[in-house]
């Protein structure tokens, strides 16, 4: 790992993100203390905006909250930036490394790559569970597309549907901000990495910007359900459990195979066949009214998306190589195609 300047230590270092996290927190829970003797400023906690979501529709019922994006939505996801590498390198450092070395992997390029997939597994299990229960609360459940459509613009949303996709957002800036400043030793399919991620996140932040969260929710549960039975996969293979990696691929490319393509490919027809079934008055360009959907936009949608898919293509290649390596060694020595690189004597 490369050495950062120390504008950027808490990228690397859990300790000084720890640091940095508890600062606006600190000074909320000073405010919240000296706010009932100033009750008569009317002033509100300007702390909270960067840990907790902002924006409640006023309008809405206080039984079933609704929120809007606001421009304080940049701090909340600069926070949750700061969270992931805290959160980030407390799991690789704390958890995953000592894990490693119990289960006897010795040499440093593996214990940092077996800690990458470590938090790979608990990161996208978490958020594609977590993204699973958002859609089970929402008209798009289980990839009901013509919802994503429907009454648009859906710019009021519910208060765990914005801070998840925040979260998300936050998460991908973490991990562009990693592959760009090279903090991680690069695979051999950097450049298609560093595509993902700039394509993700072109995704993301014209989603929430267009008023497109159902969607990008759909985008996120087939994207993060996989890679955690990939990351899985990977951790199998690393401690050398051979029957178990195995299967675990099995399952894998299953999965792989249902979300990342059917469920993708779904959703793109569904850009492709059913953009006309935004009402009539929000096919127009006015932010003002929420609404930003005109006929050009199903291009600008539906691109990135068939990029993402062939990126996803790619790798499904890759994949296959593996199983049929496999195959082909009697099911003793498969490993990832996606190469770590590590240049030790292929270790």
Known sequence: MRTVSPWLRWVVDPVAAFKLLLVP??????????????DFLGLS??????????????????????????????????YYVLFSACFRQTVVVSLCRPVAKYFGIKKEAKLVRFGEQGYS????????GWGYRVMSQLPTWWYRTEYFWLDYP??????????????QTAHWTHEFLILVLRLERPRSDYYEFIAHHIVTLWL??????????????????SMDIPDAFFAFSKVMNYLQFKFAKVVSLAIFTCVWTYFRHYLSLVILWSVATEFDLI?????????????????WMKYQIFVPLALLQWLNIFWYYLIWRVIARAVMTSLTDADDDRSDDEGEGGD
């Open 121 to 128: 597994v608990i990161y996208f299990a978490l958020f594609g």
């Open 279 to 295: 009402p009539a008055h929000a096919q127009r360009w006015d932010p003002a009214d929420g609404t930003y959907l005109v006929w």
């Open 25 to 38: 927190v600190f000074l909320y829970f000073i405010w919240e203390l000296l706010t009932p003797r100033l």
């Open 204 to 221: 993301v932040g014209w989603g929430y910007m267009l008023n497109l969260t159902l969607i990008g929710n759909a985008v996120f549960l």
């Open 45 to 78: 906690n300007p702390f909270g905006i960067l840990f907790l979501i902002s924006s409640k529709v006023p309008t809405s019922d206080p039984a079933d909250p609704r929120y809007a994006k606001s421009w304080s939505d940049l701090l909340f996801i600069a």
């Open 154 to 167: 859906h710019w009021d949303m519910k208060p765990e549907l914005k801070r998840y996709y925040l979260m």
